[in-house]
């Protein structure tokens, strides 16, 4: 089944359906106040995301740190980014890059 990319106004939708038509009826299911933007087929059926391009570096595991920290934040973004800055030291746009990332990942 092929791997569709969806932007709407207000997310971007990796999905499997079984063509265009499908892709479509899953973003007007789930969110049926936004226009879809864009609708491409993925020349793959996989999607990868390089955690370079979200500025996170091997040398420590963001992902644990950014869950411990929306965890204590109860899932207060703003809180969770001053956490994550307090406990790794590193400036504002990177602890939102990796906070946000996390929180789409359902933490």
Request: charged fraction near 25%; include cysteine.
């Amino acid at each position: 089944m092929p791997l569709f990319e969806i932007e709407t106004s207000n997310h971007i939708i990796i999905t499997w359906a079984e063509n265009g038509d499908a892709a479509t009826s899953v973003v007007s299911d789930n969110y049926p106040n936004e226009k879809i933007i864009r609708l491409t087929k993925r020349p793959r059926d996989t999607w990868v995301i390089s955690k370079s391009a979200l500025g996170l570096s091997a040398e420590l595991d963001p992902c644990n740190t950014a869950r411990d920290c929306l965890s204590k934040a109860e899932g207060d973004k703003v809180h969770a980014i001053r956490l994550y800055m307090h406990e790794t030291g590193v400036d504002l746009d990177h602890a939102r890059k990796v906070i946000e990332s996390n929180m789409v990942m359902g933490w």
